[in-house]
């Protein structure tokens, strides 16, 4: 789209003054293109480690730590989103993002020239400290380079930078995995993402920081480290078997609701008016729709009978929705608000669950279930970008940087306890009862986007 241009009167002469309407205007076309890449290559990693993971546990002999390879990952993110926050405020992104990233390509690094298990933990756990800290530094790099009027459409171009590696990228690596080596799916990633980096330069030059002096810095940090290992053990107690698992769980949910009450803004845990409710509602959105999508394809081939690449292609459909929504959100000229957006999002999702687990029934169409998870998709299209622009729109420019973290900060706790919870719950009841196991996974899913409906009346509607 060109530059609009507008007659102005000033002291009673016509001007003309030039909008930047479009993010790949000249103003904005490195730092869109540097951003996307970044994302995009950051997805691609992401979902090509997945594929990758069990070519990796087999040639290091630690098939033992399959999960605890996804999970210290995350568990590390909240600690790197955490100081990330801090210091984009008192300092800029700069410095954080180069940091970041730093760390995320020295855990690759690691992770891809690992010769034992141990090593290439170490690895992940060093790259989850960069990829959250990169996550804060470009929020916040968004924040303050565009406009409130371009900020939608660039959180819209972040859903297909996700979009486009959910498609090819289990694809991609698993031919690298066959024909190169599973170390390429890691080494290759520094070769696309310091071009990528190097295209936001420019733009990082000239946002400096607030000069803000933290005085609680390290307590924030003790609080990360603590919510980091309530995430790990929710993971590992997601594994487990029986009641220790059900221990387990329960001890790392007080944990890191404990390190959350101490880390995300006040109110945030009975979703407050304002601020506080937008944070709570992107934990509750995420974690039912990740917590779905972790069972869904074993659903289907469990209980539908569908192959391994069947049900990935289900997956990917809800990848589409989720695309084309947040396009449509990101461009739309309807007049919605985001509040408007949200409450559309948050009943979208509802139903298209509901929708998605009908097929546990087996006089229900498979067909249904999959509209279903292109429903959700959608759904949660409509509601992440404007989540996202709601919490920058809200903040200061001085607490950008902590508010979008505690942003990602709720997210990954809550998409934790929702894969613990509900796969605890399944790993008891599957023995009895497969289709009792699933209902108990959508009792808990389906609980969290309930919520999502209520608290979203709690968040001021804001254009």
Not at 164 to 192: A, C, K, M, Y
Not at 201 to 219: H, V, Y
Not at 367 to 390: D, P
Request: glycine fraction near 10%; include cysteine.
């Amino acid at each position: 789209m060109p530059d609009e241009i507008t007659l102005v009167q000033v002291d009673g002469a016509t001007t003309t003054k030039v909008e930047q309407s479009s993010i790949f205007s000249p103003r904005y076309r490195m730092a869109t293109i540097g951003i996307v890449s970044l994302v995009a290559l950051i997805a691609f990693e992401a979902l090509a480690v997945t594929t990758a993971m069990p070519a990796v546990a087999d040639a290091l002999g630690g098939m033992s730590f399959y999960a605890f390879a996804f999970g210290i990952t995350l568990a590390t993110s909240v600690v790197g989103m955490t100081i990330a926050g801090g210091w984009c405020d008192s300092h800029g992104p700069a410095a954080p993002l180069w940091s970041g990233l730093g760390s995320f390509l020295l855990g690759v690094l690691i992770a891809g020239t690992a010769q034992s298990m141990p090593i290439f933990l170490a690895g992940r756990l060093i790259q989850g400290l960069g990829s959250g800290g990169v996550s804060v530094a470009l929020y916040v790099l968004v924040g303050r380079q565009y406009p409130d009027s371009l900020r939608r459409k660039v959180f819209a171009a972040f859903s297909t930078a996700w979009f486009l590696p959910s498609l090819v990228g289990p694809f991609l690596s698993g031919v690298v995995v066959e024909h190169i080596g599973w170390r390429w799916v890691f080494l290759s990633v520094p070769l696309f993402a310091i071009p990528a980096a190097a295209m936001l330069r420019p733009a990082l030059k000239n946002l400096p920081g607030f000069a803000t002096i933290r005085t609680n810095s390290l307590q924030r940090c003790f609080w990360a480290c603590g919510a980091a290992t309530g995430i790990a053990l929710l993971y590992i107690g997601g594994q487990a078997q029986g009641m220790f698992a059900c221990a387990l769980v329960s001890l790392a949910t007080v944990l890191s609701l404990t390190c959350s009450w101490k880390l995300l803004p006040s109110g945030t845990l009975v979703a407050a008016q304002g601020l506080p409710s937008v944070i709570a509602l992107r934990g509750l959105v995420f974690a039912a729709f990740f917590g779905s999508e972790a069972f869904l394809p074993l659903l289907l081939t469990q209980e539908r009978g569908f192959t391994v690449p069947m049900a990935g292609l289900v997956l990917s459909s809800g990848a589409v929705g989720w695309c084309c929504a947040s396009w449509y959100q990101g461009h739309s000229r309807n007049g919605w608000s985001r509040h408007q957006f949200l409450r559309a999002g948050t009943n979208t999702v509802c139903f298209g669950l509901a929708t998605t687990f009908s097929v546990l029934w087996p006089d229900i169409p498979v067909s249904m279930g999959i509209l279903g998870w292109v429903i959700t998709g959608m759904g949660m299209g409509l509601i992440s970008a404007n989540l996202a622009l709601l919490t920058l729109s809200m903040s200061p420019p001085d607490q950008q940087g902590t508010n979008s973290s505690a942003l990602h900060l709720c997210e990954a706790i809550s998409v934790a306890t929702s894969l613990s919870v509900s796969g605890s719950l399944f790993s008891i009841l599957f023995k009895y009862s497969s289709k009792e196991a699933f209902l108990a996974v959508f009792f808990v899913v389906g609980t969290m986007a309930i919520l999502a409906t209520i608290i979203v009346g709690q968040i001021r509607p804001l254009k």
